[in-house]
């Protein structure tokens, strides 16, 4: 998992709340990235950013929000409005945001609503 | 639309064997490729990765991978599987324009008994 960390591990929800997921990471990567796995979908792109105070929406954007106020920091929120937000939640960072650069993941947080 | 697939949803194996795991994709222009593993409610770990030259790319843990232009694949592959080699595993494309978006399989579980 290397220099990524993630908390909660597990995180649990009410219907209608807002929650925050926390992504840090001490690599010195310049671009961040936020993913959601579901069984048998692989991983989809919620938003990403290549660079402090700027990002960009992923494919799966709606119902979630996020900041770049720090290099080291990406965290993402997950709003009332994700009808669906039940899923596994990975951040990943890379040194580069093209390219060849590989990306390094977190370890995730499991965010169910209850 | 650009698409990455792997057709083997499992693929059993026994211990002492070799394995292939499958990934084709669809892509334009020439992409970066890419491998990772990811053990149970665990990030992903990078494996290896084809940039450009030879075609057959080496990676940890004895893996490689062999990249096929005019059949657009990139499969994954070990002399000898291991058990400790149970896990799920996930091909990745990032096209050459991209500005570092990562398309996804929806990944293979790979099961190897003693």
């Known amino acids: 998992d290397g220099g990524i960390t993630q908390s909660p591990k597990y995180l649990f929800r009410k219907e209608g709340q807002n929650v925050t997921l926390s992504c840090e990471q001490n690599?010195?990567?310049?671009?961040m990235y936020w993913y959601r796995q579901d069984p048998g979908q692989g991983l989809r792109l919620i938003y990403y950013?290549?660079?402090?105070?700027?990002?960009q929406k992923g494919d799966i954007a709606e119902g979630y929000s996020v900041s770049r106020e720090k290099k080291e920091s990406f965290p993402l929120t997950v709003t009332s409005a994700q009808k669906n937000p039940t899923a596994f939640y990975l951040c990943?960072?890379?040194?580069?945001?093209?390219?060849?650069?590989?990306?390094?993941f977190g370890p995730g947080t499991r965010l169910t609503v209850l | 639309a650009q698409s990455v697939a792997q057709p083997e949803d499992q693929v059993n194996v026994a211990e002492g064997n070799p394995l292939t795991v499958k990934c084709t994709y669809s892509?334009?222009?020439?992409?970066?490729l890419f491998w990772y593993v990811q053990y149970p409610n665990r990030g992903l770990q990078f494996l290896l990765k084809?940039?450009?030259?030879?075609?057959l790319v080496k990676g940890s843990y004895g893996f490689e991978a062999e990249f096929n232009k005019s059949q657009t694949s990139f499969h994954l592959k070990k002399p000898s599987a291991l058990v400790s080699d149970s896990a799920l595993y996930f091909c990745?494309?990032?096209?050459?324009?991209?500005?570092?978006?990562?398309?996804f399989g929806q990944g293979t579980t790979l099961q190897v008994k003693p």
């Open positions: 892509v334009s222009g020439n992409p970066y």
């Open positions: 690599l010195n990567h310049d671009a």
């Open positions: 990943a960072s890379s040194m580069g945001s093209g390219g060849a650069s590989e990306q390094f």
């Open positions: 990745a494309v990032r096209p050459s324009s991209n500005t570092g978006k990562l398309i």
């Open positions: 084809y940039i450009t030259g030879d075609n």
């Open positions: 950013s290549q660079i402090v105070n700027d990002f």
